[in-house]
């Protein structure tokens, strides 16, 4: 039988709309990641791309296998600008949103420390994994599940290291905010209990971002007066390399330079060159990801050299990649209908999990991320070595 037209219209306009309903409803089944990690600035950029890439990577492993119950995962990202103002209004968007269930790879410091003075996870029931920072005031807040070592593992580290090779004069320089104060006291003790001779602590007045060129050099001046064979650096971005760049140009070239992990290695090279940076030691708080040695870092591999042929390894992407495993596993274990806090509940009860022979530990008592540190020297070219 054949319909009028204007029935014919209704039931165009009827299925139209049933169409449109199903694929919202879809789309309301996908679990969804929050990230919060600014790829428009030039200090967060690498990092922040690399780490939604691995996160990516993992979650379209997953998801190509039927998803988990056969809901997808997806990583929204948001930019902040590196604005700690900003990381809060948006952490706060991600809440009020309910189809988001966890929030990883964030990176900011001061956001981060923000979010964990408001204890914005605590009270939203929310869990974060892997956030980019070492700072047991934020990583030990309520619902902060951390996989890179702490500043305290790399410190401890980098000290050894200058005195298992003898150094005799060494230097110690740091910025003198977020981790900085509290890293100078831990590398000052350590370096009493090792013998360790240094010879001058120099602060570097990072507050006040004007005084960037007078701070620079009074810190170049002070340490060229000590003479000293090593360098141990407690700060990060510009300050950083602008601090390699020019002691590697100055009398003093010869001074071998310890950074910690948040010193990232494409900043090093386009502030300094490849040979400025050349043997400068960076202290890593996530494993090695360019030698397959260990079972994850082999799956790392193949499923990048899948999803993305053209991409470069690297300790962010592998950084992204574990939290998405955490994330999959505490996830399956919140199923079949998981939120918000049953996957905060899942990730306190995780205890010792192996991501593939290495480990991290969560209990409502202590989250322990990998704890381990690698030592990687800047060799020829720029490529680091371990």
Request: glycine share 8%.
């Amino acid at each position: 039988m054949t319909l009028p037209f204007r029935h014919r219209a209704v039931m165009r306009v009827a299925s139209v709309l049933l169409c449109g309903l199903a694929l919202t409803q879809a789309r309301a089944q996908d679990l969804l990641i929050g990230q919060i990690a600014s790829v428009s600035s030039v200090v967060t950029a690498a990092n922040a791309k690399d780490l939604s890439l691995g996160m990516k990577t993992y979650f379209e492993h997953v998801n190509a296998q039927g998803g988990i119950r056969g809901r997808q995962i997806k990583v929204v990202n948001r930019d902040d600008g590196v604005n700690a103002a900003k990381m809060v209004e948006l952490t706060r968007e991600f809440i009020a949103n309910k189809d988001v269930v966890a929030l990883a790879g964030y990176i900011n410091t001061g956001g981060l420390a923000d979010i964990a003075r408001q204890d914005l996870l605590g009270r939203s029931g929310m869990a974060m994994v892997a956030p980019l920072a070492g700072d047991k005031e934020i990583v030990g807040a309520t619902n902060f599940f951390p996989f890179r070592s702490g500043y305290s593992d790399e410190v401890t580290a980098l000290v050894k290291e200058a005195a298992d090779t003898q150094k005799k004069r060494v230097v110690l320089t740091y910025w003198n905010v977020t981790f900085g104060p509290p890293m100078v006291k831990l590398a000052q003790e350590l370096a009493k209990q090792k013998n360790l001779n240094v010879v001058a602590t120099i602060e570097l007045d990072a507050a006040n971002a004007g005084n960037f060129e007078a701070t620079m050099k009074r810190a170049l001046d002070e340490t060229a007066k000590q003479a000293p064979d090593a360098v141990i650096m407690l700060m990060s971005s510009q300050y950083a390399t602008e601090f390699i760049k020019r002691i590697k140009s100055s009398p003093t070239a010869s001074t071998q330079i310890y950074g910690l992990s948040i010193v990232v290695l494409d900043n090093i090279l386009k502030t300094a060159g490849a040979e400025r940076a050349r043997g400068v030691v960076l202290a890593q708080a996530v494993p090695y990801p360019f030698s397959a040695t260990l079972p994850v870092v082999g799956e790392y591999q193949r499923l990048m050299k899948q999803s993305a042929p053209d991409a470069m390894f690297s300790f962010s992407s592998f950084e992204g990649f574990a939290a998405a495993k955490i994330l999959v596993e505490a996830i399956t274990r919140a199923s079949p209908n998981p939120t918000r806090e049953k996957v905060s509940k899942a990730l306190n009860e995780l205890g010792e999990f192996n991501l593939g022979g290495i480990y991290v530990s969560y209990s409502p008592k202590e989250r322990q991320g990998w704890g381990g540190v690698d030592l990687t020297i800047i060799g020829p070219n720029g490529k680091l070595m371990r």
